[in-house]
């Protein structure tokens, strides 16, 4: 992934964000704040899974999958679409994280950019709300342990979005480009910020399986493939 | 999208609401954890409040 000269304006929007950002904002207290209160919720519910039947573990798979679609969903008709009631979304993505990272330019340079990486901690708290009420379903229905591991794997998977989205956008690859499965999304996402595709392609920001079912990835190739593809650029769709 | 007007980094509503959800939060899980771990006592109970008092007011400052 060649890098190239930022366009000025680039340039001048990342100097404008940076002027407005709080001064009481810190990046790795951000960082810190998120991790904590995911790896609590983990841990409380974790404690609270007792000796599962084998079916109950098959709510992992499912809510792999099903988080999966989400992230996709989400991302392709919430976060590139005006959507009344949830513009501030919009807004911080596609009007701001778009501007502020571009395929040219994909990689923040302090802690304090992590103001537009990282969600705000109360996305977090959305979600796993978002996980009760079919967890308490799960709990009702006589798969209590089901349930909390349906919680454990979601809050899972949002750290893991959180930690993934981190090395699409660090400066320094020279690790995350060694990482399988972290050197793929990276390159799926910093694709995915060339303004020309943005609004149609790779929007799986962990695993790009739903880009792949649903046909939206800039890769013409099967799902190992496209899991396992690295910074190769052998299966790039022409634009 | 040259000319499209400068948007502003978050509408300060977002953080001071967001700051309660977040506090509320933090404290629901120190009580969970507390009770889980059999410390919960009113000081445990009391630094509860302190931290997520302490995290909302953080995200409302940095307008988070």
Redesign the interface.
Known sequence: MATARMTQRQQLFRTDFRAKVAKAYNGWLHVTLIAAIGLAAIWYCARQVTHPAWYEWLVVPVAFAISNVFEWWIHKYVMHRPVRGLMGIYRRHTLAHHQFFTDVEPTFDTARDFRIVFFPPYALVAFIVLSIPPAAILNAVGFGNAGWLLLVTNVALYLNYELFHFCCHVKDDSLVRRIPLVNSIRRHHIAHHDPVIMMTRNFNLTYPVADWFFDTSDLKCGLVSHVFNGYSDRHVRLK | ??G?P??????NY??L???I??GI??VG?WF??AR?LDMLSPIVMAAGVVLAVA?AS??R????
């Open positions: 999208m040259m499209m400068q948007e502003r980094i978050e509408p977002a953080s609401i967001g700051g959800v977040v939060a933090v899980l969970a954890i889980e995290t953080w995200i400052l940095a307008n988070l």
